[in-house]
């Protein structure tokens, strides 16, 4: 009983993280937005910005919400597309939610995401996984998802 009390005043963790990270996960998307308006061709341009970015003084930080917007509005696009993927045809369902933005954004910061069965793991691994192999050193994703 104190503990649902507590939590009715105060918030559980997750809830209090999301009202932590709500201004940064609004930043992410407005940066996709933007991103709607480029072309497919233009995204390895903005690519190579961002490294270029990173190569003259700017930070992971600095440049996030930019990496993160791209990443969202290029699985925007991709719903609905078919790949060939270890043998299986798999089509392209994922555009991150708030809560999967949030979830990015906490990986970025250095925290551990507990995530429940088909809340979006690897989804979520994908926007850190992009910014981080913008500074050009290794990155690694493991799943065992498709």
């Not at 961002?50 to 440049?63: A, S």
Request: with cysteine.
């Amino acid at each position: 009983m104190f503990k649902g009390l507590i939590h009715k005043f105060v918030g559980d963790r997750k809830s209090r993280l999301m009202k932590r990270l709500s201004p940064s996960i609004a930043e992410v998307k407005e940066w996709a937005d933007r991103a709607k308006g480029i072309t497919d061709e233009d995204f390895p341009a903005r690519t190579s910005a961002l490294v270029e970015w990173l190569q003259n003084g700017e930070t992971v930080d600095d440049i996030m919400p930019e990496a993160f917007g791209l990443v969202y509005e290029a699985c925007r696009r991709n719903v609905g597309k078919s790949w060939n993927v270890v043998g299986h045809e798999t089509t392209w369902e994922m555009v991150p939610f708030d809560v999967q933005i949030g979830g990015s954004i906490a990986l970025h910061e250095g925290a551990i995401v507990e995530m429940a069965t088909g809340e979006g793991k690897t989804l979520v691994a994908v926007m850190p996984l992009y910014l981080n192999a913008l500074t050009k050193k290794s990155s690694h994703l493991i799943t065992v998802n498709d």
